[in-house]
């Protein structure tokens, strides 16, 4: 169990918690949820001993096993993956470790006695099934064998954070903290994720704004917001009709007492000066004051949970032909210089309106397509060109009268402009000189920008913050193609549902990546999914023509459907 006892945790003038007690409760998964910036985070931090509490404490038994996800993906580029993993069970890690260090000396007498207690550690700790176990766990998390004896620098950032899953659940952790493990997993590694979550028996706090993993995993909702935290019980879904339901009630309950108020007052204005009435109006004033104290205790709650109004617009639609890519052949050095090759002879088209979600195991080449159809487009922003690619061979030629917009995965790399110090509005008005200012200020406001938060520097924004200020980039110069690799990482749920009221409502093509299968499901009106081929022959472009359901069903895959 983990006990909050008043905790305060400010962030500079900011209060984020004030005076929360509370519990996490073992056997129970608690999805933590809340607006970027509310504190889920901080939270987590404060948990896993990372960050202090200004006030208050927090306690936990002294026996207990804490597992953290690491932020840091670089932390053990040194290590061979397998060691990564296993060094999640500090105790075993040590006891192999020195272990290895004293064999490669002389064995005296007080060494084999050190020996012999180092054993007993590495028996406790089941140290000698250990290596199978981490191996179990990477290729539960799509990390092939041939893999493990390399070094973590050899891996892709989603590919380290995979590791990093694997790392924490390695220590077998009586209780386990996780913020957004499912950032960059695909979707087979989701489910593989959920099933061996569902299964955990500690205590699991677990921040996340996938809404499909939430219902999967949590039994219990940490709601954040406005320096308190309300639990609920069910999943995400439950908690949703829960808040509903208080206010529909609330609201009842108030019109209700409003019109008694309206009643009672009416009789105070017509017998108060009666002394005959005198005594059943101050009755009813009394009455009055009761009601008025108990609308204010079920009015509205404050709430930090904002959602972005984003509507994409452009000035004239693209022709019927969006896109075509013929034959198209792309190839990189791996790590050894060898030549892979990721496409050969790889084709698509792509027409007006369609809404195309691009699906596929990590690795297999999906933003690379992305930056290939991008990387065809003679137009593409001056911040963009660094960041996209040119086929080796074939074609990629954009229809008539298209204009593309492009959101890159790496949100920081994608802000490359704002290396010289620039402030979020400065950055976006860069992109149309001529607009009036109050024209993009009302589209930073739009995107949850308002007052000074459109003059913080660039570089010192979250990852939610950035995601949001390069949809405003998109708002601003209307482009009719929109291609969007991974647009929900770091986005709250609120702003995913302000991201999926724009995109229905747009007019225009859509291209996108994402491994949220809610977005997925409520947007994609054609699936591609990606497939490796055998052998050095790149990737499959598998083209199912239907909606995410629609694809489920034919392609006979045990993808996890919708709520």
């Known amino acids: 169990m983990i006990l909050l006892d008043n905790v305060t945790k400010r962030f500079g003038p900011k209060i984020l918690f004030e005076n929360v007690s509370m519990q996490f409760d073992p056997g129970k998964r608690y999805g933590l949820v809340g607006a970027n910036g509310a504190g889920k985070s901080t939270l987590i931090k404060i948990l896993g001993g990372d960050e202090e509490t200004d006030q208050g404490g927090i306690s936990m038994p002294g026996t207990a096993r804490l597992g953290v996800l690491k932020q840091n993906h670089f932390e053990y ?19 192999l470790q020195e272990k290895e260090k004293l064999l490669l000396g002389e064995v005296t007498d007080e060494i084999g006695v050190r020996l012999g207690e180092l054993e007993g550690v590495i028996a406790e700790e089941d140290g000698y099934m250990a290596e199978g176990e981490a191996a179990e766990l990477l290729l539960g998390l799509g990390i092939p064998a041939t893999q493990h004896e390399k070094k973590m620098s050899t891996l892709a950032a989603g590919y380290k954070l995979r590791v990093l899953i694997a790392q924490v659940l390695f220590g077998k952790p009586d209780v386990l903290l996780l913020d957004e493990p499912t ?96 005594s059943q109006a101050q009755s009813r004033l009394k009455q009055i004051e009761k009601l008025k104290d108990e609308v204010q205790s079920r009015g509205v709650k404050r709430t930090s949970l904002v959602r972005p109004f984003i509507r994409f617009e452009f000035e004239k639609p693209s022709g019927r032909d969006v896109l075509r890519m013929e034959n198209v052949w792309k190839k990189f050095k791996d790590e050894n210089g060898k030549d892979k090759i990721v496409y050969e002879d790889a084709s698509i088209n792509v027409s007006r309106g369609d809404r195309i979600a691009v699906i596929g195991p990590n690795g297999v080449g999906k933003s690379t397509l992305l930056k290939l159809m991008v990387g065809g487009y003679a137009n593409v922003d001056s911040d963009t060109k660094p960041h996209v690619y040119s086929p080796d061979k074939g074609d990629v030629r954009w229809g008539h009268d298209t204009s593309v917009g492009y959101f890159a995965q790496d949100h920081h790399e994608a802000l490359s402009r704002a290396a010289a110090g620039s402030n979020a509005f400065q950055w976006l008005y860069s992109f149309d000189k001529l607009a009036p200012q109050e024209h993009i200020r009302g589209i930073l406001g739009r995107l949850l920008f308002s007052g000074e938060a459109a003059l913080k520097p660039v570089e010192a924004l979250s990852g ?68 490796a081929r055998e052998g050095d022959h790149g990737t499959e472009i598998v083209d199912y023509g239907g909606t995410y359901d629609e694809f489920l069903e034919k392609a006979g895959t045990d993808y996890i459907r919708k709520s």
């Open 77 to 95: 580029d040194e290590q061979r993956i397998i060691d990564a993993v296993m060094m999640g069970n500090k105790n075993l890690w040590d006891a």
């Open 183 to 278: 950032n960059h997993l695909d979707l087979d590694s989701i489910r593989w994720l959920e099933k061996f979550l569902i299964g955990y028996k500690g205590t699991l706090v677990v921040i996340s704004h996938d809404r499909h993993f939430l219902n999967e995993v949590a039994t219990h909702i940490a709601d954040v917001d406005y320096q308190t935290i309300t639990v609920y019980t069910g999943n995400y879904g439950d908690f949703v009709d829960a808040k509903y339901e208080n206010k529909q009630r609330a609201d009842a309950q108030n019109s209700s007492a409003k019109k008694k108020i309206e009643e009672l007052q009416g009789f105070v204005q017509r017998f108060g000066a009666h002394a005959s009435k005198s």
């Open 464 to 531: 939610g913050e950035c995601a949001r200020l390069l949809l405003a980039k998109l708002l601003v110069l209307k482009h009719n193609v929109l291609v969007l690799d991974e647009p929900t990482n770091h986005l709250d749920i609120e702003s995913i549902e302000g991201l999926l009221d724009g995109i229905e409502l747009f007019k225009g093509t859509v291209i996108f990546v994402s491994h949220d299968r809610h977005f997925v499901s409520k947007l994609a009106t054609r699936i591609v999914e990606l497939r």
